[in-house]
């Protein structure tokens, strides 16, 4: 298995330094439908997919209602989700005021066995030209590094091999972006 990356040459209008780059995103896969899931699930424990639906359901139920209470919440195999807030910080207790959030969140926090897979998962991009035409292609090569919000940084990982089309294995210059998601206070 390989995360699918695009990395396409676009004109950037913002940043410091705009001009023509590669430009990375996911090469989205196919949406796998509920009933899909049920099915595999099914098939993987000897419980029926209207069983597996029926728990699947009242489970949603049930971390929908204590995430909305404030208690981050076990998914079972992958970690804990919770709710959350971005909001600006004051000094004065005066100054405290439900104006000072700027967007409610849903904070997910894997276990480690994900961390780990994802980590262990190497990285095939595909460069593109502006008109989407195979430029060459780089397989992994990055660090492995995990971004970890809710610890304040990232856990490193393993290395990985590059490879291009035709002996090239020079990699994609990195591309230079504004942090849109900068919190001023949580």
């Not at 899909?36 to 993987?44: G, P, R, S, Y």
């Not at 590094?145 to 002996?167: A, H, K, M, R, W």
Request: hydrophobic share 30%.
């Amino acid at each position: 298995m390989a995360i699918k990356v695009i990395a396409q040459l676009r004109e950037v209008k913002i940043g410091k330094n705009p001009g023509k780059k590669f430009v990375m995103r996911p090469d989205l896969y196919v949406p796998i439908t509920e009933k899909k899931v049920f099915q595999e699930a099914a098939t993987h424990s000897g419980i029926s997919a209207g069983v597996i639906k029926a728990a699947w359901d009242a489970a949603g139920e049930v971390i929908r209602t204590w995430a909305t209470e404030g208690h981050s919440i076990p998914l079972p195999g992958l970690g804990t989700m919770r709710f959350g807030v971005r909001s600006k910080a004051v000094e004065k207790l005066e100054d405290v005021k439900a104006n000072l959030i700027s967007v409610r969140r849903i904070i997910f926090t894997p276990n480690v066995d994900v961390k780990d897979e994802l980590k262990n998962t190497s990285i095939q991009i595909t460069c593109l030209d502006e008109d989407g035409n195979v430029l060459k292609r780089v397989t992994s090569g990055d660090s492995g590094e995990i971004e970890d919000n809710e610890n304040g940084g990232s856990t490193s990982g393993n290395g990985g091999s590059q490879s291009g089309n035709g002996g090239n294995n020079t990699p994609t210059p990195p591309v230079e972006e504004p942090d849109y998601d900068q919190p001023s206070g949580d």
